[in-house]
């Protein structure tokens, strides 16, 4: 998360790659990595990275990610 806030994007994408490598059902990493997603703008894999960390067991926090994407989806759909 701290290479996203610097906005070093590659490198933040690398490292949770190699993280969901080593813990295939971390929800909190999946949770990040879909925020990552969104940062970029790649919405639609953000929205589908959402719904597998809740899947999951992800918590309100995971879960209200996915609510205000999915608006934000909606909204600029118009």
């Not at 993280?19 to 909190?28: E, F, H, L, Q, T």
């Not at 790649?42 to 205000?68: F, N, P, S, V």
Request: with cysteine; glycine share 8%; charged share 30%.
């Amino acid at each position: 998360m701290t290479c996203d806030v610097l906005r070093r994007y590659p490198e933040a994408f690398m490292l949770y790659q190699s993280a969901i490598k080593a813990d295939p059902r971390n929800w909190r990493i999946l949770g990040c990595l879909a925020q990552h997603y969104w940062q970029r703008g790649m919405l639609d894999r953000a929205k589908e990275t959402y719904g597998q960390a809740i899947e999951l067991g992800g918590d309100g926090e995971i879960r209200r990610g996915l609510e205000a994407l999915v608006a934000f989806m909606e909204a600029n759909r118009r």
